[in-house]
Nanobody, 124 residues
Framework: QVQLVESGGGSVQVGGSLRLACAAS????????IGWFRQALGKEREGVTC????????WYTNSVKGRFTITRNNANNTVYLHMNSLRPDDTAVYYC?????????????????WGKGILVTVSS
């Protein structure tokens, strides 16, 4: 059974850092595209970043480029989201997600499995 369990969320001040972790079970993480979405209050869920299985290519939405980094630890089947220079508009519930049939686009419709989500709050 596929499971994605997020951890590491919480509250941080503007300019601070957090690291989210997503522990995957029921499948081998490095065989599929995996990444993160987020949903702020009153807004649609948006793709944040993902990493592809074979060559480890990464994609980032424009608003997080240069601040967020996605990494993957194949030994413990975990993907991480390193978030630096956090801003109030980064406040959201962050969801780990996996796309089993990668078509090249990190979109909600392509996701096969979701984590339950974890809250990140950035305050000024």
């Amino acid at each position: 059974q596929v499971q994605l369990v997020e951890s590491g969320g919480g509250s941080v001040q503007v300019g601070g850092s957090l690291r989210l972790a997503c522990a995957a079970s029921g499948f081998t993480l490095n065989r599929y595209t995996i990444g993160w979405f987020r949903q702020a209050l009153g807004k649609e869920r948006e793709g944040v970043t993902c990493i592809t299985p074979s060559d480890g290519r990464t994609w980032y939405t424009n608003s997080v480029k240069g601040r967020f980094t996605i990494t993957r630890n194949n030994a413990n089947n975990t993907v991480y989201l390193h978030m630096n220079s956090l801003r109030p508009d980064d406040t959201a519930v962050y969801y780990c997600a996996v796309d089993l049939t990668w078509s090249g686009w990190w979109t909600r419709d392509a996701i096969n499995y979701w984590g339950k989500g974890i809250l990140v709050t950035v305050s000024s």
